[in-house]
């Protein structure tokens, strides 16, 4: 295959994937990123406490900033834009890296089968998380990797990753122990003229970066590691148990590719002499996921860098069955491969969790266009669990918002509850201290919440009418629903006639459920 043909084939996949995948996935896609830039760029934004405390590096939200500062200078900064080029400059680096994979494993027709049909990464590989550009770097410095001769050059984009993610160093201690054990250059002279020399040079810059940045002298990946690691701040956003990256974590994430991987493994283990490089990445796997293990919060992104090894050893292992297998096998097993990636990618991409992003351009409308009755711009309440949206990098508008913080227990303190903790534990209280009682103007203009929630707290909402619902999810969660509400206060002379009936009631959960509201299209308030 001409290899400009090849490298075309993926960026289309990948470039794709930035229109197809219109759902939302975790916060850290926006508030670690896009948030950050927006922030940067424009003067005005939200920064969570990682930014705060110093625990982030401002190394990859830069990149994203200086799309944005182009897009201002020519007064292109249209939200639309800012939230389109990020996506796309991330899905070019990881159409650049895929077109390494399949250059790295000797340019296998299954290796490029399957980096492009893996439905994690057509997932993931356009977002804008950490994550997907750690798991883009190391797939790059992997494919500079000196398998079989000699040469330094990976050390640039694996340092590059380690620093920006301090657990990427788990994969790559193997893997450098691997490359000294076997190179025919002296180990000492090795050690210091390349690997320490190039790490202090990246870790020298990144480290000027992101003190001018953050404002003091600061090291981001010691403070990373001694937060998330050494603190175990991460087990606050949940915990799972040991063996679950082994059960389910990597699992999930090969989806079916995990058929031909356990066949890899299996090959790898009783003929080791002819899968030398897939018997390396093995044991750079299974030593990755016991440390990773190790540390009580555990999600699946934190996994996607491992993606490239699992891929190559599918991949070898099936290039070598091929050789053996019918026509009539391969297609079948192409096929199975296929339309296993294709379902879960298709509806995570398109189905699950789109409120958010559907929400967005109603709040931008409203955002621009929305004045009270003293010509007051919106003043938006997100009464959600924190951070279940993008923010200002979606809005592009400098108006007042507000949501409920989840900020860990940073200080130790006795009985620690967060903001939306306390909120979820009594709605009506924290509203009762929290919201003004008059003038009505001092209340948010708009509030925006999940379904279940509006019957606790109608009292609150009888100022208010249902201006948008955005179906969500299939399912209700603990704290989340099937739709998005979007609620605008009355203005002077509006009336809520279902409201003034169930004025006098004294308990809100009398009052009759957000199904007897009468819906957008028929607007009974005025």
């Known amino acids: 295959?001409?290899?400009?043909?090849?490298?075309?084939?993926?960026?289309?996949?990948?470039?794709?994937?930035?229109?197809?995948?219109?759902?939302?996935?975790?916060?850290?896609?926006?508030?670690?990123?896009?948030?950050?830039?927006?922030?940067?760029?424009?003067?005005?934004?939200y920064l969570t406490w990682e930014w705060v405390e110093g625990i982030r590096s401002y190394v990859y939200p830069l990149l994203i900033a200086g799309l944005y500062k182009l897009l201002a200078l020519v007064h292109m900064d249209s939200v639309q834009l800012l939230v389109l080029l990020p996506r796309i400059l991330q899905a070019t680096l990881s159409a650049y890296s895929d077109y390494r994979f399949f250059v790295w494993t000797g340019k296998r027709k299954w290796a490029l089968f399957l980096v492009l049909v893996s439905w994690f990464w057509f997932y993931t590989g356009s977002r804008t998380l950490a994550n997907t550009l750690e798991a883009s770097l190391t797939t790059i410095a992997l494919s500079y990797f000196p398998w079989y001769g000699e040469g330094t050059g990976y050390l640039w984009p694996a340092a590059i990753c380690c620093f920006l993610r301090p657990t990427a160093a788990v994969i790559w201690l193997p893997l450098g122990l691997h490359h000294l054990r076997k190179s025919r250059q002296n180990v000492v002279e090795l050690i210091l003229k390349r690997f320490v020399l190039?790490?202090?040079?990246?870790?020298?810059?990144?480290?000027?970066?992101?003190?001018?940045?953050?404002?003091?002298?600061?090291?981001?990946p010691y403070e990373f590691l001694k937060y998330n690691i050494f603190n175990n701040i991460g087990s606050f956003y949940g915990s799972h148990p040991w063996y679950w990256y082994f059960t389910a974590g990597l699992p999930t994430?090969?989806?079916?590719?995990?058929?031909?991987?356990?066949?890899?493994?299996?090959?790898?283990?009783?003929?080791?002499?002819?899968?030398a490089v897939s018997k390396q990445l093995l044991i750079t796997i299974f030593v990755t996921l016991l440390v990773l293990s190790a540390v009580d919060h555990k999600e699946f992104r934190f996994v996607s860098p491992l993606l490239p090894l699992c891929l190559?050893?599918?991949?070898?292992?099936?290039?070598?069955?091929?050789?053996?297998?019918?026509?009539?096998?391969?297609?079948?097993?192409?096929?199975?491969?296929?339309?296993?990636?294709?379902?879960?990618?298709?509806?995570?991409?398109?189905?699950?969790?789109?409120?958010?992003?559907?929400?967005?351009?109603?709040?931008?409308?409203?955002?621009?266009?929305?004045?009270?009755?003293?010509?007051?711009?919106?003043?938006?309440?997100f009464l959600m669990p924190c951070h279940s949206t993008p923010y200002y990098s979606h809005i592009h508008e400098n108006v007042t918002m507000r949501f409920l913080t989840c900020e860990p227990n940073l200080d130790k303190k006795e009985q620690y509850k967060d903001?939306?903790?306390?909120?979820?534990?009594?709605?009506?209280?924290?509203?009762?201290?929290?919201?003004?009682?008059?003038?009505?103007?001092?209340?948010?203009?708009?509030?925006?919440?999940?379904?279940?929630?509006?019957?606790?707290?109608?009292?609150?909402?009888?100022?208010?009418?249902?201006?948008?619902?955005?179906?969500?999810?299939?399912?209700?969660?603990?704290?989340?629903?099937?739709?998005?509400?979007?609620?605008?206060?009355?203005?002077?002379?509006?009336?809520?006639?279902?409201?003034?009936?169930?004025?006098?009631?004294?308990?809100?959960?009398?009052?009759?459920?957000?199904?007897?509201?009468?819906?957008?299209?028929?607007?009974?308030?005025?």
């Open 312 to 381: 190559y050893v599918s991949a070898d292992v099936l290039s070598k069955w091929s050789y053996r297998a019918s026509s009539i096998l391969l297609w079948a097993a192409a096929l199975v491969i296929l339309v296993a990636n294709i379902m879960p990618a298709w509806y995570l991409s398109t189905v699950h969790q789109k409120g958010p992003i559907d929400l967005m351009p109603k709040l931008r409308v409203i955002a621009q266009d929305y004045r009270d009755e003293r010509d007051h711009r919106a003043n938006i309440l």
């Open 1 to 45: 295959m001409r290899l400009l043909y090849v490298f075309l084939l993926i960026l289309a996949v990948r470039l794709a994937s930035v229109f197809v995948v219109q759902t939302y996935y975790v916060p850290d896609e926006y508030w670690q990123s896009l948030e950050v830039a927006h922030k940067i760029t424009f003067g005005y934004g």
């Open 419 to 526: 903001e939306a903790d306390r909120f979820y534990e009594n709605p009506v209280h924290w509203i009762n201290s929290n919201i003004p009682v008059h003038p009505l103007t001092a209340q948010p203009s708009h509030v925006v919440l999940f379904d279940p929630l509006a019957e606790n707290i109608s009292v609150f909402l009888r100022n208010y009418r249902l201006l948008h619902r955005i179906e969500h999810a299939e399912h209700r969660q603990l704290r989340t629903g099937r739709s998005i509400l979007v609620y605008q206060r009355l203005k002077k002379g509006e009336e809520n006639a279902f409201n003034r009936e169930n004025e006098q009631e004294p308990d809100v959960h009398d009052h009759p459920g957000l199904e007897e509201l009468p819906p957008i299209e028929e607007n009974q308030f005025n």
């Open 198 to 220: 190039i790490g202090l040079l990246v870790a020298g810059l990144g480290v000027a970066i992101d003190s001018y940045w953050h404002g003091r002298l600061i090291v981001t």
């Open 253 to 275: 994430v090969l989806g079916v590719n995990i058929l031909p991987f356990l066949f890899g493994v299996k090959e790898t283990v009783q003929k080791s002499e002819k899968f």
